[in-house]
């Protein structure tokens, strides 16, 4: 029965270190990478459910028609078109009564981020023009969600974008 030899022993120590300093290198990278993944989904799921919500109320108002901009007061229960949500800004988001995601309670803790929203009328025929039309002057309204945070590089965001149309029924 033959053992090892000192040289072999220490070999092998020295091949089992490297490899452990290589992966103690590598793991702030990947907890790194996983914190960043993480708050890209957090935003995602921020812009998306915000922008759910202005694409369930109406095109115009209800009550002044095709007026744009806000006409009803906060909270946000309180929209009832699209074009309501135009320049709304929350640092921390805030759920649709008004109530800051701050960890507070039963709330989520979104603190670090901030959600901005944009609307502006386009042509219907070109929903990606790059100057918006006058106000109330189309049939369709771009909607742009953007979602933000600090990360290392400075700041982070995730936009999403969408269009509202007002129904127009098939004259036939």
């Known amino acids: ?8 022993v220490l070999i092998s120590i ?3 270190t490297s490899g452990i300093v290589i992966l103690l290198e590598i793991i702030p990278v990947v907890m790194q990478g996983s914190a960043n993944i993480e708050n890209l ?3 995602t799921t921020l812009s998306r459910d915000l922008m759910d919500e202005i ?7 209800p009550d002044t028609g095709a ?11 309180n929209f009832d078109d699209v074009d309501d949500y135009d320049g709304l800004s929350e640092d921390p988001p805030q759920d649709v009564s008004g109530a800051d995601y701050d960890g507070t309670g039963a709330m989520p803790d979104y603190s670090r981020f901030t959600r901005a929203v944009t609307v502006e009328n386009v042509p219907e025929n070109d929903f990606n023009a790059a100057s918006p039309s006058a106000d109330g002057t189309t049939d369709a309204k771009r909607i742009i969600v953007t979602v933000s945070w ?12 969408s269009v509202a149309s007002e129904y127009h029924p098939d004259p036939r």
């Open 1 to 8: 029965m033959r053992g090892f030899t000192l040289l072999e």
């Open 14 to 16: 020295v091949i089992i």
């Open 41 to 43: 989904v957090t935003a």
């Open 55 to 61: 694409l369930s109320k109406g095109f115009d108002d």
């Open 67 to 77: 007026a744009f901009g806000l006409e009803e007061s906060a909270p946000r229960s």
């Open 150 to 161: 600090p990360d290392k590089a400075g700041t982070a965001q995730v936009e999403l974008r």
